[in-house]
């Protein structure tokens, strides 16, 4: 009888769960067209080797202590409490202006750039009280570095309005998301419900300069833009997840995150405020909204040793413009010309055990699809400003991030798990390890 009532208050729960992550996902927009982000796009970090290892695909599994971030629901599944930390290594590719059809490089080199770094990417401690289950955990989401020390020089030539102009840019960006969290979660049956809480700081610590030029132009043009912000800033946010275990074989769960709005403040000389009659800058108030995300995954154990997963993630960056967009670089343009579009990631992966008396091996692989959602121009192009602006704001083609990955893991008498995953895509490279004890 209570196993009855139980799954009579499934389905009822589950569609609770699903109007309130719909409900929070109202628009909320907030970015700029500062050339720092022209570049720039999130790549959501996963937590876990395990869980990058297959495919970054984790939401419809979550049964080790990453679900605290992933999808908290699932650590009420934990039979022991669990302590879990990750090392990153991380090397992000960026390119910058590329030849089209309509502009021709003719002076100086556009290269591609790379930057790295290492930090803990992940810690959780997950543990319960009576039937509820608690995690404290620490997220890093971003970790972007962008430096070019040496002011880069290009000229190009309209192709057809036969015109020519110079862009010089120079970058030294720092910008680091974190999250400090609890999650809660508790289990009816085959159906959890969990929540994680937490505190996103956001540290920037940057300057750049662009400048524009042409001989062309009456008045001859020369546009420069000058920046820097040294701020934090500190948001809340929130994740609610659910899980529900169709049978012994296959789950299925769904995960709202809502990311913070960040506000600080930034010292621009443009074309608006040039240097010489606004020798101190002036202060402009720069919106950073993290998008919000709405996941899906299901996991399938055809038998005792295989795992098949699979995460479809619907990422809202759409909330990067809109009416709270930020124009620095002048005033020919509106918050109207600029858009980012929402965007489904599909994560595939799958595990494999090979187990002993005291130790299991693990196999895993995966692949996944984050498709490109750089800020575009969208504006007018009758001109020469709006073909020179869709030029260096939409060079290159859409170009999707595809990976692949790979990795091991070792568990020893069960309370010892070391977990190692390699990431390859076309913008990013990841080695990522993980240790977690089981009590």
């Keep these: 009888m ?32 500062e050339t720092i982000y022209r570049e720039f796009q999130f790549d959501f970090a996963t937590p876990g080797a395990r869980a990058n290892a297959m495919g970054r695909a984790f939401v419809g599994l979550a049964d080790e202590a990453t679900a605290a971030y992933n999808n908290p629901a699932g650590i009420s599944v934990l039979a022991r409490p669990e302590l879990s930390i990750e090392f990153r290594s991380s090397n992000t590719q960026f390119s910058f202006l590329q030849e089209t059809a309509a502009f021709e490089l003719i002076g100086g080199t556009a290269e591609a750039t790379e930057e790295s770094s290492d930090k803990i990417g992940f810690a959780s401690l997950t543990f319960s009280v009576r039937e509820t289950a608690l995690s404290v955990f620490f997220v890093n989401h971003l970790d972007y570095q962008r430096n070019t020390p040496d002011a880069e020089l290009t000229r190009w030539l309209s192709v057809d309005r036969g015109y020519e102009f110079t862009y010089i840019n120079q970058h030294q960006v720092a910008m680091s998301i974190d999250t400090l969290g609890l999650s809660v979660s508790r289990r009816w049956g085959r159906f959890s419900l969990g929540g994680a809480f937490g505190l996103s700081k956001l540290a920037v610590d940057y300057q750049y300069s662009t400048r524009l030029s042409s001989d062309f132009f009456s008045p001859q043009l020369n546009e420069v833009v000058e920046s820097q912000a040294h701020a934090t800033s500190q948001k809340g946010t929130f994740v609610l997840g659910a899980l529900l275990e169709f049978n012994q074989h296959a789950n299925v769960g769904l995960v709202f995150k809502r990311q913070p709005d960040f506000r600080y403040d930034e010292r621009v000389n443009n074309p608006q405020f040039p240097p010489d009659e606004f020798p101190g800058g002036q202060d402009f108030a720069i919106n950073l909204k993290v998008p919000d995300s709405l996941n899906l995954g299901f996991s399938y154990q055809p038998n005792d040793l295989t795992t098949i997963l699979l995460d479809l ?92 990955t790979a990795g091991v893991g070792f568990v020893w008498r069960n309370r010892i798990q070391v977990d190692l995953a390699a990431v390859r895509s076309n913008r990013f490279d990841w080695l990522v390890t993980s240790v977690l004890y089981r009590f």
């Design 2 to 33: 209570e196993k009855r009532l139980c799954s009579d208050m499934i389905p009822a729960m589950l569609i609770r769960c699903i109007a309130v992550m719909v409900l929070f996902s109202l628009p909320l927009w907030a970015q700029t067209d």
């Design 313 to 404: 993630d619907w990422i809202r960056y759409k909330q990067l413009t809109g009416d709270d967009f930020t124009i620095i670089s002048g005033e020919r343009f509106s918050a109207a010309d600029y858009e980012s579009p929402d965007v489904i990631e599909w994560h595939l992966g799958t595990e494999y055990l090979i187990p002993t008396d005291k130790t299991i091996v693990a196999l895993r692989a995966g692949a996944f699809l984050d498709p490109d959602h750089k800020t575009r121009f969208v504006g007018p192009q009758d001109d020469e400003f709006g073909e020179i602006q869709d030029f260096i704001f939409n060079f290159g083609q859409l170009n999707d991030n595809v990976g692949f």
